[in-house]
């Protein structure tokens, strides 16, 4: 597991196979579209902003540079792939998640060390079971005992009949999300790097493994990595998924260095809705102000772009960041949660410090409903941790601090 794992950790985008999607003019009669059709591998992809085209498999000789040239065309992208921004660092020795609470013992006793200030934040506020943070990834083992009880769930489908769309939302036995790579019903997480986000967002606060940053909340599981990264169009899939559904917050532990204007448009469609979307920096150890890393470098109102700092409060070693590019940074580094079959690793990455600023998300939104993308945004870098550490970092300067957040409301 652990292989495949390290495996799956890769920074940039490959085209893969032939796939392209294709936006035809408007002024193109439906005719003149079958045409093009006419023995390829198509499929129409519709979303409530209107559709576009996958070309699955396509002649040899077709190439993006004759597309782009097909006056029927408006435009034309490879349907790019896109990976998982964290790895596996460790088995889980340390049934510490330092994340939530760094304590420093010192020969003087203990003191706060960086950390996002949460333990203090629920003093506010714990969540609601009214806010649901879906997570775009590799998908969530939903029968782990310390997430079931925090799922989304659909409770037509839940008590429906099996293989029929009993809520007509267009999907099938999607009783706790959707895995848009073998088309069916979320039902598990081969890789863990999904449950590990869902984990640091919404474990539930029992008496076993370990707390997410919100005690209440309702993940929803949107797969759309196999063991090559995922698609363009999955991730399209379950972008319009989580908004249609009535997810309020989005975390991407993903990415990749191409720029789609089709996945731009469901981010923009997401801020349309009020749908926050957070998204992870990215490994590369670069600055994404000139080597821009997608989705988190795009710039939209609901995009929150997140660095990963490790325990002593510096930027992790591996974390991408940008002035003005990345908003903030939160921890990533040696991060202790739930993966497949039941069990908890450490995993290090970009993949870790987002869904840490998506839960604090969910608690802004659980204790003021109604904020906007805008907002929360604003509110998130305005109330940061200023940390010489991480100056000239992110747009913050600092790390998010979920206390100063929540009390700021
Ligand atoms: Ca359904």
Known sequence: MKCLLIFIFCFSTTIYGAEFLIKFKKSISKSAIMDFNKNREVENITTPYGGFTLLKSADKILSLELLQQDSRIAYVEPNYRYYPLGRVVSDPLFKKQWGLHNIKRTFFGSKQGADINVVKGWELTKGSEDVVVAVVDSGIDTTHPDLRDNLWLNSLEANGIEGVDDDGNGFVDDVFGYDFVNNRGLENDEYGHGTHCAG???????D??????MKHVRIMGLKFFSSNGGATSDAIRAINYAVKNGAHVISNSWGGYSHSRFLEDSIKYAASKNVVFVAAAGNSYSD????????????LENVISVGSMSSSGKKSSFS???KKSVHLFAPGSNILSTVQLGQYLKMSGTSMAA???AGIVGLMLSLKEGLTPSEVKELLIKNSKKSSKLKKRSQSAGHVDAYKVLLSL
């Not at 640091?200 to 029992?206: D, E, F, L, P, Y």
């Not at 076993?208 to 940053?213: K, L, R």
Request: net charge neutral.
């Open 355 to 357: 869904p840490h600023v």
């Open 320 to 322: 991408n960041y940008g």
């Open 200 to 206: 640091v967002i919404g474990a539930s606060h029992n």
């Open 288 to 299: 994404n102000d000139f080597q821009p890393l997608y989705p988190a470098s795009y710039k």
């Open 208 to 213: 076993i493994g370990i707390a997410g940053v």
